[in-house]
């Protein structure tokens, strides 16, 4: 709304509002895993049509000149789609979960909160590396997108190796 506006929140990313959202699921896991359980089909209709609703707002914005929103995951169609692809993975069986905990997601999984506070650090980088090729749009946000989660997940990884425990323990990774 505030961007209709013209308002500018330059503090949004530290507040950190919508993210709260996915916090408050992880408390409530067990009520919202009974809720969803027998409805799998319609869970994933229900993430098919976020999804195409993101990507019409994304397309929308940057077709209007702000490639800012037309990237960000402050937007509320974000939200909505990251929330119902949270309930699509809730609703796998669980035998297939157990399988899945030998992929290497697992480790990225892991890393996930080092990678949350090293992430725009390491974009800034690639930003600037990535900008001097000449590339279209597409392939420079997908080679941004790429290049930022594995130089994240590898500097993540690397001060996994070298700090000390109780330090690994106090950032959180």
């Known amino acids: 709304m505030c961007c209709f506006a013209g308002v500018a929140l330059p503090q949004i990313q530290v507040l950190c509002p919508l993210w709260l959202i ?24 229900v993430f ?3 999804l195409a609703f993101q990507e019409i707002a994304s397309f929308w914005w940057y077709a209007a000149g702000d490639f800012n929103m037309a990237t960000t995951q402050l937007k509320i169609s974000s939200l909505a789609t990251s929330l119902a692809a949270i309930a699509l993975f809730m609703t796998i069986p669980a035998s297939f979960k157990m399988k899945a905990s030998t992929s290497p997601f697992v480790g ?17 980088v690639v930003g600037k590396l990535v900008g001097l090729l000449a590339m279209p749009p597409e392939v ?25 425990k109780q330090i690994r323990a106090l950032i959180g990774i």
């Open 22 to 45: 996915f916090y408050v699921v992880g408390l409530d896991w067990k009520r919202w895993d009974k809720l969803i359980r027998k409805h799998t089909f319609r869970v994933f209709i």
């Open 48 to 50: 098919c049509t976020c």
């Open 108 to 124: 990225l999984g892991n890393a996930s909160f080092g990678i949350y506070l090293c992430h725009i650090l390491v974009l800034a």
């Open 140 to 164: 420079l946000t997908f080679a941004l997108w790429a290049l930022t989660l594995i130089g994240s997940y590898l500097f993540v990884s690397t001060l996994g190796r070298l700090l000390p």
